[in-house]
């Protein structure tokens, strides 16, 4: 019994430490935390030179500075999407703003129709049992969600900031 109980805590270990982990799989590098900060955000490189998938809406976040560090690839496919990636990267605090974004079929399939529904309605989305903020390009084919642990106001006009430019991407 004793055993089992070991193994059933070793295998839970290991996928939170997984689950939780940053992937090298390439990116920008991350700045200090206080250049970020001081950078203001705006739309220096325009969406019409990327391409309208979600390399290209990577590209684009990262060309206008909101985008930093390594991308690790997400399960896509249990929220509709056709593909996942998510970033961690510091602004004013250290590791605090985790962004995800999905990229969707045009002709959603049940499981995003269900999602995007829950976002236009409350702007949020349940996911195993948790409320998960999230924001819905003006394009209706990408989502983005977009955590900050650090509450200030300049936090706060920065995710606001961020957001512009998401929604606007490929318009």
Do not use: H, W
Request: aromatic letters at 8%; hydrophobic letters at 40%; charged letters at 20%.
């Amino acid at each position: 019994m004793k055993k089992v109980l070991i193994l059933a805590l070793a295998i839970v270990m290991a996928g939170t430490m997984a689950a939780c982990g940053m992937g090298d799989v390439g990116g920008t590098p991350a700045p200090a935390s206080s250049s970020a900060a001081s950078q203001p955000v705006s739309s220096a490189v325009s969406a019409d030179s990327m391409d309208d998938n979600l390399s290209g809406l990577v590209k684009y976040l990262a060309a206008n500075s909101v985008l930093f560090g390594n991308q690790e690839q997400m399960k896509a496919d249990f929220i509709g999407a056709k593909k996942g990636v998510k970033y961690q990267f510091s602004y004013n605090g250290k590791d605090n703003v985790t962004v995800e974004l999905y990229e969707f079929d045009t002709s959603l399939n049940s499981t995003a129709q269900t999602v995007f529904d829950e976002i236009k309605a409350k702007g949020s989305f349940k996911m195993m049992s948790q409320e998960v903020p999230a924001v819905i390009s003006d394009n209706g084919k990408y989502l983005m969600v977009y955590k900050d642990t650090v509450t200030s106001d300049q936090n706060q006009k920065r995710q606001d900031e961020v957001t512009k430019l998401f929604k606007e991407f490929k318009k």
